[in-house]
């Protein structure tokens, strides 16, 4: 007797065509619905990503801190997907305001403190910039569509290496990360138009400062770890390593900057 149809696609029977349609029909039902379910979580993240610079960064906050103004910046935190940096189960608070950990005891910086390092350094689109603490490489994404190469330096390998995946699967194409202790900076690469460093220091290290260009910027958070540090802002100007303008910005927290002369 025969079947009016089975839903399996062995050869040989005459119902084989009208089912290997119909898996086919079922399987671009399946694909198209999740590809709308993909879309409205994208429309999602961009209306969740609009609402973080408008109410946590291109605004006064309530601790003084000022507003960020730089529309490239503006832009660059619109358009980056920072769901994309965090794990599945803190996807839900990736445009939260506050920091969130990625593992190994660090975490990836609060929105408003990535923006506001960010216009500090005055990106432009010609700059070769250096970042200290890649970590998720959340920063380094930021920073990519601002400038012409970022190189970021993360000494925990792990960390490191699934954030240099990471970004090679979003299809950032100017950005170097490489395992290692940033505390002696990127020598082969050096001389920066500017350098970020994203863990807190107990001091500037002189190989940093070494390695910016005059006339350049770095953005450093300096002070004891677990204790409140400042955010500093250091211009080195055309006469060098002695030709240093130091500014206490705002009080930050960062997780410690590793590594160092006392570790080699
Ligand atoms: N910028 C990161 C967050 C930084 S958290 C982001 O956007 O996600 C600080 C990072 O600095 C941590 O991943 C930590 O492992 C790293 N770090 C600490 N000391 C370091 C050192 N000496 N050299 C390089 N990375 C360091």
């Given at each position: 007797?025969?079947?009016?149809?089975?839903?399996?696609?062995?050869g040989?029977?005459p119902?084989?065509?009208?089912?290997?349609?119909?898996?086919?029909?079922l399987?671009?039902?399946?694909?198209?619905?999740?590809?709308?379910?993909?879309?409205?979580?994208?429309e999602?993240?961009?209306?969740?990503?609009?609402?973080?610079?408008?109410?946590?960064?291109?605004?006064?906050?309530?601790?003084?801190?000022?507003?960020?103004?730089?529309?490239?910046?503006?832009?660059s935190?619109?358009?980056?997907?920072?769901?994309?940096?965090?794990?599945?189960?803190?996807?839900?608070?990736?445009?939260?305001d506050?920091?969130?950990?990625?593992?190994?005891?660090?975490?990836?910086?609060?929105?408003?403190?990535?923006?506001?390092?960010t216009?500090?350094?005055?990106?432009?689109?010609?700059?070769?910039?250096?970042?200290?603490?890649t970590?998720?490489?959340?920063?380094?994404?930021?920073?990519?569509p601002?400038?012409?190469?970022?190189?970021?330096?993360?000494?925990?390998?792990?960390?490191?290496?699934?954030?240099?995946?990471?970004?090679?699967?979003?299809?950032?194409?100017?950005?170097?990360?490489?395992?290692?202790?940033?505390?002696?900076?990127?020598?082969?690469?050096?001389?920066?138009?500017?350098?970020?460093?994203?863990?807190?220091?107990?001091?500037i290290?002189?190989?940093?400062?070494?390695?910016?260009?005059?006339?350049?910027?770095?953005?450093?958070?300096?002070?004891?770890?677990?204790?409140?540090?400042?955010?500093?802002?250091?211009?080195?100007?055309?006469?060098?390593?002695?030709?240093?303008?130091v500014r206490?910005l705002m009080?930050?927290?960062?997780?410690?900057?590793?590594?160092?002369?006392?570790?080699?």
């Amino acid at each position: 007797m025969r079947r009016p149809f089975a839903l399996t696609c062995s050869g040989g029977r005459p119902a084989s065509k009208t089912c290997r349609h119909l898996l086919i029909s079922l399987f671009f039902f399946v694909t198209a619905g999740e590809l709308v379910f993909a879309q409205d979580d994208e429309e999602k993240f961009r209306r969740l990503r609009e609402e973080m610079v408008r109410t946590q960064i291109a605004t006064l906050r309530w601790t003084g801190f000022e507003a960020v103004r730089d529309p490239r910046v503006l832009d660059s935190l619109r358009k980056t997907p920072r769901h994309r940096f965090v794990a599945p189960e803190l996807v839900p608070y990736a445009y939260d305001d506050r920091p969130l950990p990625v593992g190994y005891g660090q975490t990836i910086s609060q929105p408003y403190i990535v923006a506001r390092m960010t216009e500090l350094l005055e990106p432009k689109s010609e700059h070769r910039v250096l970042e200290i603490g890649t970590g998720s490489g959340y920063q380094a994404a930021i920073l990519s569509p601002l400038v012409a190469q970022v190189y970021t330096i993360e000494i925990i390998e792990p960390l490191g290496t699934a954030a240099r995946q990471r970004l090679a699967a979003l299809g950032y194409k100017n950005i170097e990360v490489r395992v290692g202790d940033g505390y002696f900076g990127w020598p082969e690469k050096a001389p920066f138009d500017s350098i970020i460093v994203t863990a807190a220091a107990d001091h500037i290290p002189p190989p940093l400062i070494e390695q910016l260009k005059p006339g350049g910027r770095m953005v450093i958070p300096v002070g004891n770890p677990f204790q409140p540090q400042m955010l500093v802002l250091v211009t080195k100007g055309s006469n060098g390593a002695r030709d240093l303008q130091v500014r206490s910005l705002m009080p930050v927290a960062f997780v410690p900057l590793t590594g160092g002369p006392k570790s080699h």
